[in-house]
């Protein structure tokens, strides 16, 4: 197969358009912050707060319709292991922004949070929550790699470029445009990122769809023809490991940072809600050419194709389904189409990571912890110098695996089973504190380690019912990733109750107080009339009151427990 030249041209071109996009919009940021005289950490991270309902919409939307979405779709629909009714991303994640708008988007907007570790910082203190925050740094790169891989597989099969080549071009446009204009750049590239996507991919579905090489694939939904049908099955015995990722999927989303960026850069908390409900109607429509792709390539006879015998799945190339059916089902300029829809969407993701990743080290971790004293124009060039660091090392992960899902499964169980009951627990519930968040991280962390998982290689040690083992592997269809995170939930919350009540009887020496879970005595001095007024008006009835954050918010949480 020959480079293909046209294809070749047509990427370059969305590529310039794309990057000439994202630096008209660092320029618009410049002109806007030096007309304001905003900050610039708060510019670059969250665009002063001032992104538009519209352009919020559509930025939002466009994060989470990524290149792993489509291929992962597409994959998932194809498999006849799996099929249709496990391809759960596009209705997973229209519950993870209904969730998002109903419980997290107004309180984290209203207390004018910049990252979702900022209550953490104000809770816990500055060490714990650099530890925490490792956890959501490796989501996010881990995001930026299965994005990429997905458009690299894509771009090397219909364009017979070298897959490393594809990779690194693709990651250079995207990191230039997001550390020239931060989230400016990021949210007006996501304008005609999300346009491209919505037409090209739905350009490729009559193509496909009339191909003289697949049958109807209404004919093939529920009857075998040359594969299982791609509706799929459920059976009882597989139904807590649906549930499991289903969850994972959805629930899990709440913990990335990318998530709460898009809420917390709203002009308002009512603007905030608008966005996430808005995205979960969206986002299934952007699932709905990957599922019809996928339905396509399991009902055709590969032997007729210029790909011949053994199909994709008995080669083993089902992740690349999405590029084959595109190259060798429809002509060819549609398949170089399909490369602008695989592209636009791996774009708009990849830079919402880059900016996610760099918002927490910048903030929670450099200024916070690293260098308290750094100025703004420090600031300012370190959300630069971390854009381009975690976009090389997420680049770099690209060749140690291949496969999209594996990569996209182990940056959700981060944020699931790790980050969602920290976030939960700390916004919602006043008994937790430093000891449980930190013993809950651990035990999460390793009872999950202790489950196996054969994506990455690991055994199980822990065998839950249903274990058992499939063409040499151990595989647990026991909603494992929901367990680790109900324990790690459990833990927190427990180990909080009993620390606190353990220091507030005096059972444990205050000097091993470290994060300082003791209810302090009211003091007996008089207090100032503002101090007076503060505390009446933040009272929980118990004879706390609420820290007063930095930002004009406060640090307690919605829900009331005491010990």
């Excluded at 210029?306 to 549609?334: D, K």
Aim: charged letters at 10%; glycine letters at 8%.
């Amino acid at each position: 197969m020959a480079l293909n030249v046209p294809g070749l041209i047509a990427t370059i071109i969305f590529y310039l358009l794309v990057l000439g996009i994202g630096i008209w919009a660092s320029m618009k940021s410049k002109r806007d912050r030096n007309r304001t005289q905003a900050n610039h950490a708060d510019m670059a991270l969250l665009g002063d707060r001032k992104i538009s309902l519209v352009v919020g919409i559509f930025t939002t939307t466009a994060t989470w319709v990524g290149g792993t979405f489509l291929i992962g779709t597409a994959e998932t629909v194809y498999d006849p292991k799996l099929g249709l009714i496990w391809a759960v991303m596009p209705l997973a994640a229209t519950l993870a922004f209904i969730l998002g708008g109903l419980f997290f988007a107004e309180p984290m907007r209203d207390r004018k949070y910049v990252t979702m570790m900022d209550p953490f910082q104000i809770k816990y203190g500055h060490g714990l929550t650099g530890l925490l925050s490792v956890a959501p740094l490796l989501s996010e790169i881990i995001w930026v790699t299965s994005t990429l891989i997905s458009l690299g597989v894509t771009m090397s099969v219909i364009l017979d470029l070298s897959y490393a080549v594809c990779i690194w071009i693709s990651a250079a446009v995207a990191i230039t445009y997001t550390l020239l204009g931060g989230l400016y750049s990021v949210a007006y590239t996501d304008i005609i990122q999300l346009t491209l996507i919505f037409i090209t991919s739905w350009l490729c579905v009559p193509f496909l769809l009339m191909s003289p090489n697949s049958v109807d694939i209404t004919t093939t939904s529920f009857n075998h023809t040359f594969q299982a049908p791609w509706v799929g099955t459920l059976t009882a015995d597989r139904a807590w490991r649906w549930i499991d990722i289903f969850l994972l999927l959805s629930v899990g989303d709440l913990g990335f940072q990318d998530f709460h960026q898009r809420t917390l850069s709203a002009s308002s908390s009512r603007t905030a809600k608008l966005r996430c409900y808005a995205a979960a109607f969206l986002i299934p429509t952007f699932g709905i050419p990957p599922v019809l792709i996928g339905a396509v390539a399991a009902s055709t006879d590969w032997n007729l194709t210029s790909y011949g015998s053994p199909s994709p799945f008995e080669r083993g190339q089902t992740g690349l389904i999405l590029p084959l059916s595109l190259h060798h089902l429809t002509p060819p300029y549609i398949s170089v189409v399909g490369i602008g829809a695989v592209a636009a969407a791996v774009m708009s993701s990849t830079d919402s990571a880059l900016l996610s990743a760099a918002s927490i080290f910048s903030s929670n971790i450099y200024k916070k912890i690293l260098r308290t004293e750094a100025s703004e124009n420090e600031i300012g060039w370190v959300i630069r110098i971390a854009v381009v660091l975690f976009g090389l090392a997420g680049t770099s992960l690209t060749f140690l695996h291949t496969g999209v899902m594996a990569f996209w499964v182990l940056g959700g169980e981060i944020a699931y089973i790790i980050m969602f009951p920290q976030l939960v627990c700390v916004l919602f519930f006043n008994i937790s504190n430093g000891y449980g968040a930190t013993v809950g991280f651990f035990l999460g962390l390793f009872v999950r380690l202790l489950c196996g998982e054969p994506l990455i290689g690991l055994p199980p040690v822990i065998h839950f019912p249903g274990c058992i083992l499939e063409d040499g592997v151990y595989v647990q269809y026991a909603p494992v990733r929901t367990i680790c995170m109900l324990v790690s939930f459990a833990t927190i919350l427990l180990v909080s109750y009993l620390a606190s009540l353990l220091f507030n009887k005096g059972l444990i020496p205050e000097k091993w107080n470290v994060f300082l879970v003791k209810v302090q005595q009211p003091s007996p001095k008089p207090l100032r009339t503002s101090s007076l007024q503060m505390n009446s008006s933040n009272s929980n009835g118990t004879g706390n009151s609420q820290t007063q954050c930095e930002n004009g918010g406060v640090s307690d949480p919605m829900l009331e427990s005491t010990c």
